[in-house]
């Protein structure tokens, strides 16, 4: 635990000043933030750009809202693979589709937007979680729920509103709604790479299935997040000593 605290204030004396400045550090180590690619708040650019927003931002909403209905371990139904599987899939289309857009002659099949950025990246945050949650449930506890959340397709659909809703909010840029999902986008890389660096030391222990309750589960979340906070600073420090800045890149 010491060593954690040590390793997050190191990362937290070197990288930017306040809040979003931390979070722009975050959003540095996994994504390009090309500024015309991403949203604004007041003019200062999100921490991550309009896609890796809605991926982290979606795959926070998918993990959240599965909590909510306790600890249920199965995989969805093939069905629902399928339909996120799609929706993963759109991701990836619309990814190749704005990096073409990049490239000399321009021969993207489309114009890609920060609206088809965030729709697809919401998207493919929402299969990843839907994914996760009951990939960590089946590795760490001892016991869990049989059964998946979106048997129920009511669930399925209050999961793809409240995505729908979060995009909404995001379009319509409002300040203050902005600021705390800017938070939150960044905050996502965080969890989602602690929570898979958990799984794996889990494994690497051969502790899978021994915890009972989530607070026994505190040194191997601890471990994951010292890997996640690890991967995360080389990250950061590369890339400044490739650019000598920590803005974007420049298109």
């Known amino acids: 635990m010491g060593l954690a605290v040590l390793l997050t204030a190191v990362w937290l004396f070197l990288t930017p000043s306040g809040l979003l400045g931390k979070a722009d550090a975050i959003g540095y180590a996994v994504c390009h933030r090309i500024d015309a690619r991403s949203f604004h708040i007041l003019g200062r ?3 991550l750009c309009a896609r890796c927003s809605g991926t982290f931002i979606g795959a926070m ?16 139904p093939t069905l629902v693979l399928v339909l996120f599987g799609a929706l993963a899939l759109a ?3 619309d990814g190749s589709n704005s990096f073409l857009m990049l490239l000399p002659g321009d021969r993207s099949v489309y114009e890609t937007t920060n609206l088809t950025r965030l729709l697809t990246g919401t998207g493919m945050g929402l299969a990843i979680s839907v994914v996760l949650r009951p990939a960590f449930i089946q590795t760490v506890y001892t016991t869990w729920e049989d ?6 397709w009511k669930k399925l659909l209050g999961l793809l509103l409240a995505a ?8 319509l840029e409002i300040p203050w709604i902005l600021y705390p999902l800017a ?3 960044s905050l996502g890389v965080v969890v989602l790479l602690m929570v898979v660096y ?6 690497i222990t051969n502790h899978e299935n021994r915890y009972a309750r989530f607070r026994e589960i505190w040194v191997p979340l ?3 997040y010292m890997v996640a906070m690890l991967q995360i600073g080389v990250i950061d420090l590369l890339r400044y000593l490739w650019t000598g800045t920590w803005a974007g890149f420049v298109l």
Request: glycine share 12%; net charge negative.
């Open 45 to 47: 650019q999100f921490p």
């Open 61 to 76: 909403l998918g993990l959240a809202y599965q909590t909510v209905f306790g600890r249920k371990g199965k995989m969805p």
């Open 91 to 93: 991701w990836v289309l």
């Open 147 to 152: 059964e998946s959340v979106f048997e129920d």
């Open 164 to 171: 729908a809703l979060l995009d909404l909010l995001i379009l």
């Open 183 to 185: 938070l939150v986008g």
């Open 198 to 203: 958990c799984m794996v030391w889990v494994m």
């Open 222 to 224: 601890v471990g994951g």
